[in-house]
């Protein structure tokens, strides 16, 4: 399996998600972006980790860590392998004692062990290109606080630009703006009724 290592570019939540967060990916090596939304918990996991915060007491990521350490064990990189039915998945690669191990995992919890074992994060090379956007921003002017607006990417593919004229109809559903939504609904048919 081909394997593109990224970075986490930013987190952020949308209110049209129902007060999940995405996370955006970056390919190191190029201008893809890929965003998952994760849950609020993950992204909690995640932020805490990449700004230095310690909880009082360990968290379920920490504690994940605290065990692979106890145990000899090592991450040695994790992969976001697969997409299927808009549904992402992902494995940690662990090796304990010589062995190596592929443990299934969401890649919220994948990406939660990585920050915390300065594991690298792979995306699958087939993932990746269904499912990324090409970001158009010129370089030193992303801003990694929060993700880029989406005005700033170009969908990659047929689905992801389906996938981003969702988003922007719930958003404009959730806003009760119905000229703008039903607009939005008429490219995604138009979309989807190509061949």
């Known amino acids: 399996m081909n394997k593109i290592q990224c970075e986490i570019l930013g987190l952020s939540s949308s209110p049209a998600t129902g007060g999940a967060f995405a996370i955006l990916l970056k390919d190191i090596s190029s201008k893809k972006r890929l965003p998952i939304i994760i849950g609020a918990f993950e992204a909690q996991a995640i932020a805490l980790e990449i700004e230095g915060i310690n909880p009082p007491r360990p968290l379920t990521h920490d504690l994940l860590k605290q065990i692979i350490d106890t145990l000899g064990g090592t991450v040695t990189e994790v992969i976001i392998d697969e997409l299927r039915e808009n549904t992402f998945y992902a494995k940690i690669i662990l090796e304990v004692s010589a062995l ?93 009724s190509k061949n």
């Open 100 to 192: 190596t191990y592929e443990i299934d995992s969401r890649p919220s919890d994948a990406i939660a062990i990585a920050v915390r074992t300065k594991a690298p994060i792979f995306v699958a090379e087939n993932v990746m290109e269904s499912a990324s956007f090409i970001s158009t921003t010129t370089e030193g002017k992303e801003n990694n606080d929060e993700l880029t607006g989406e005005e700033n990417f170009v969908p990659n593919s047929k689905e992801a630009k389906i996938a981003a004229l969702q988003t922007k109809l719930r958003e404009a559903l959730a806003s009760e703006e119905y000229e703008r939504a039903a607009k939005l609904r008429d490219d995604i048919q138009k979309l989807t």
